[in-house]
């Protein structure tokens, strides 16, 4: 076990960083310049110099061999907010029996639950005290390039690419690339480090969309209402179910598209639904979007006096687009993986990945792993072997 990477990467995930999807700002919340600081910090001890610009993003770069492309690796620093990030309490398991986990407050985990828990039996893992997330997605992809970084800085004998680096705020909320600078980068290709197996080399992600839906009814007195009311929360729910049925998430895999009810708030008078809709097929995604326009349009006729605002808005789109054109990223991940005796794996990423706005702002990058799993919730944890076998992978693709 790295006991210096293990560290820094616990050291990362005890502080607070989630974003906050309600927030106008740039990054949505100042937590975030916490971790951001501290690398900064950390990259200065290691002789590197960093600039953290006015929305929170930190650019460095640690110069290589001349006349060598310059390569980018990036990780975002908040997390997610589907569960709480304060006060996260790491535990580490050195030799996984291969049983029940007890993660505290109620919660365990087992190979029953999560069938690839199996497979660590014997190894170390990181898991939660079970009343937080851990994390991990993207902590432990910051702390694999922090500990790239102080392997070449101690070692300056071993030759290697200019290695440009980005930490970004905000990736969690789908804003994390919107203030990017590919010219302040420097990178010809880069990689994100935000993924869970390190055996995969990831370029297909979805194109990505987010639909809002106003609805205005008619609030009376429920002793008055016959042929008055329009109850704003029973139209809200009759759009949702005026779409496709089969194209929510948990009956979707693989290159199937979605759409996705993230949040819904609403009395009587006023309701509002938030969703996003992904696929990896842009025409596919502009059929969902005709779906919902349809499903307003349905609605409409059969609540006559409701008002119903449909707002849609582009997100991202699938880098691989720009990856069949510009191959070089993938070209030399798998030269890597071949020269430390692996097989890579390439499945459609089902999330968003910040590499996705990078690659049609002129960076083209794909998605690396980090050995994490689970991310978002309580369950999450991270491979300890697996991790470490990411940071080789990265300092294997940096050698010149």
């Known amino acids: 076990m790295n006991q210096e990477s293990l560290n820094r990467f616990l050291r990362y995930v005890r502080v607070d960083t989630q974003s906050d999807e309600n927030s106008p700002t740039c990054p949505s919340t100042a937590k975030q310049l916490n971790l951001t600081k501290m690398l900064q910090q950390e990259l200065a001890v290691l002789g590197i110099e960093s600039e953290i610009d006015e929305f929170g993003v930190l650019y460095a770069k640690l110069h290589g061999e001349p006349g060598l492309d310059p390569i980018g690796l990036n990780s975002h620093v908040d997390t997610a907010l589907e569960c709480s990030g304060k006060d996260v309490k790491p535990q580490v398991i050195e030799c996984y029996d291969g049983g029940v986990i007890e993660l505290g407050h109620g919660y365990s985990m087992s190979p029953e639950q999560f069938p690839n828990l199996a497979k660590y039996k014997g190894q170390s893992l990181v898991v939660t005290s079970g009343d937080t997330l851990l994390g ?3 902590k ?3 702390a694999i390039i922090m500990s790239v970084l102080a392997y070449f800085v101690a070692h300056p004998e071993i030759k290697h690419h ?4 980005c930490f970004t705020p905000d990736e969690e909320i789908g804003r ?3 203030h990017f600078d590919a010219k302040k980068f420097g990178a010809k290709y880069a990689y994100t480090v ?3 197996t390190p055996y995969d080399i990831a370029y297909e992600t979805f194109n990505a969309a987010s639909a809002t839906v106003k609805i ?8 008055e209402a016959k042929g008055k ?3 704003a929360q029973t139209v809200a729910m009759a759009f949702d179910r005026a779409l496709p049925e089969k194209q929510r998430p948990e009956f979707t895999e693989g290159h199937e598209g979605f759409n996705h009810l ?12 938030h969703y996003i809709l992904r696929n990896h097929d842009q025409a596919k995604l502009a059929q969902q979007k005709e779906d919902f326009a349809k499903a307003k349009s349905d609605v409409e006729q059969a609540y006559p006096g409701a008002k119903i605002e449909l707002t849609i808005t582009d997100s991202y789109r699938n880098m691989k687009e720009v990856l069949d054109v510009h191959p070089e990223a993938l070209e030399k991940a798998r030269e890597a993986f071949r020269k430390l005796g692996l097989t890579p794996t390439s499945k459609p990423i089902r999330g968003g990945t910040d590499g996705a706005t990078f690659s049609f702002k002129g960076c083209p990058t794909p998605n690396l792993g980090t050995g994490s799993y689970n991310h978002h919730g309580r369950f999450e944890y991270l491979s300890v072997s697996e991790f470490e076998t990411m940071i080789e992978i990265v300092k294997t693709i940096l050698l010149a």
């Open 216 to 223: 205005q009814g008619k609030a009376i007195h429920p002793g």
């Open 176 to 178: 994390g690339p919107d």
């Open 136 to 138: 991990a997605d993207d």
């Open 194 to 196: 935000d993924g869970d």
């Open 162 to 165: 200019p290695i440009c680096v």
């Open 229 to 231: 009311l329009i109850n």
């Open 262 to 273: 993230v949040g819904m708030e609403g009395n009587v008078e006023e309701a509002t639904l």
């Open 140 to 142: 432990a992809g910051v």
